[in-house]
């Protein structure tokens, strides 16, 4: 009997996904857990494989396609015997066992047997239809003869001719036309929304950090542990989750239609990251319970898995408010647009040292920060977020307080 293979639900808000590559063909006959086709959606690889034994009757997408979530994504001849048994398994196991069809959205395993000739990434493969070449003539130095990026750059400057990738080859002044598609689109679509339904409002105020790069110099002065890098981002996290215990609404979130509003016990605080793919907001699950140093481990964690845009789906759901650290990067002031369904954003500003005047009137050097709030106007009036503002600036200008509080 034939059975087709529905492309199921594989991360939060994620109705597309690219077909990269597929590891068989039509004809092909296949066993369970076999990895069928590699997809990209906005945030990261995902391998799917099969449910059944059986034989490929029919692929729907060819490779640079983009699947729809909810539709057939490979068709399937399977015994209707076998078809039977598997599901009344299936059927027999817990719910959330049973929904669990698709493994964690990573990047290719490493050593992972693959049913073509040649082994090697997504990535890989992509770089050698650029530069139109046979991988099957390239040797791989990786685990099991694996062809890395590298051994593709160490072909490419033995054969000059090659450097010039075939695809990117255009005359002068020509257009070039893209699709918009994977973390471009979806954040567009998510933007939009936000903007059209989210009544943003702007505030804006400087701090001063002084104090603040003192204590974690002192901090990262005191880490023996070379396993994570103590920043200023652990510090203005665990600040924020101290004053959302003062003024939980700043947590909360409203329903679809605005009736209900309810106050998130966690705090699942995201920051964004200029990721590989694009922006991607991982978050820190309940802040409220973590030390610094556990904050700091998690923040670590999460921007290398982010830029390299191999991350798990449930490091960038749930998240219940959001920090940018754009001043990273550059500019003071920024507004930014919430992370729906969240209520409130906050980007961070670069660090400047400006002139300020200190208890005697004297002007003093001081490391001055702005940062720039953004509200639902719905739920969180100006005198909220000035309060809480300030609260959390507090905490941050004058550490001693923080340490004080986390007691």
């Not at 490493?110 to 099957?136: C, I, N, W």
């Not at 309810?262 to 319970?289: C, E």
């Not at 700091?296 to 449930?314: D, F, H, M, W, Y």
């Amino acid at each position: 009997m034939k059975k087709d293979f529905i492309l199921p639900d594989i991360g939060e808000g994620i109705v597309e996904c690219e077909v990269i590559e597929w590891k068989v063909k039509e004809g092909d006959l296949i066993e369970e857990d076999q990895i069928i086709v590699d997809v990209s959606t906005d945030k990261a690889i995902v391998e799917i494989p099969s449910m059944y034994n059986g034989k490929v009757d029919k692929l729907y997408y060819g490779e640079g396609d983009i699947a729809k979530v909810h539709e057939p994504l490979f068709g399937l001849e399977i015994d209707a015997q076998t078809d039977t048994q598997q599901e009344a398994e299936v059927a027999s196991l817990p719910k959330s066992v049973a929904e669990s069809s698709l493994p964690p959205e990573s990047s290719v395993i490493a050593g992972l047997p693959s049913s073509t000739k040649v082994l090697t990434t997504p990535v890989v493969r992509k770089m050698a239809r650029e530069y139109e070449l046979d991988l099957t003539t390239i040797k791989g130095t990786g685990k099991q003869g694996r062809i890395l990026k590298e051994d593709i750059l160490a072909f490419l400057a033995k054969d000059e001719d090659a450097l010039v990738p075939k695809s990117e080859v255009t005359l002068a002044d020509e257009d070039r036309v893209e699709p918009i598609k994977g973390v471009g689109k979806i954040m567009a679509v998510r933007m939009s929304a936000a903007v059209a339904t989210i009544p943003h409002f702007s505030y804006v105020d400087e701090m001063d950090v002084t104090d603040l790069i003192q204590l974690r110099q002192s901090l990262v002065d005191a880490q023996t542990s070379d396993e994570f890098k103590i920043t200023l981002m652990p510090l203005f996290i665990k600040a924020l989750s101290l004053a959302i215990k003062q003024f939980p609404i700043i947590n909360s979130r409203a329903d679809e239609d605005f009736t209900e509003l309810t106050y998130i016990a966690s705090h699942n605080i995201g920051m964004a990251v200029d990721g590989k793919t694009g922006l991607l907001v991982p978050n820190i699950k309940n802040v409220q319970h973590l030390s610094l140093l556990d904050i700091a481990r998690e923040v670590t964690r999460l921007t290398a898995a982010a830029r390299s845009g191999k991350i798990n789906p449930q490091d960038l759901s749930g998240g219940t408010i959001t920090i940018s650290n754009i001043g990273a990067i550059g500019g003071t002031v920024a507004t930014p647009i919430i992370n729906k369904p969240e209520v409130a954003i906050v980007a961070l500003g670069k660090i400047q040292s400006l002139p300020r005047f200190d208890d005697q009137g004297n002007i003093v050097s001081r490391k001055i920060m702005t940062v720039s709030w953004s509200g639902d106007h719905r739920v969180i009036d100006g005198g909220t977020i000035a309060r809480f503002n300030n609260l959390w600036m507090g905490y941050l200008q004058h550490p001693a307080t923080m340490l004080a509080a986390m007691i």
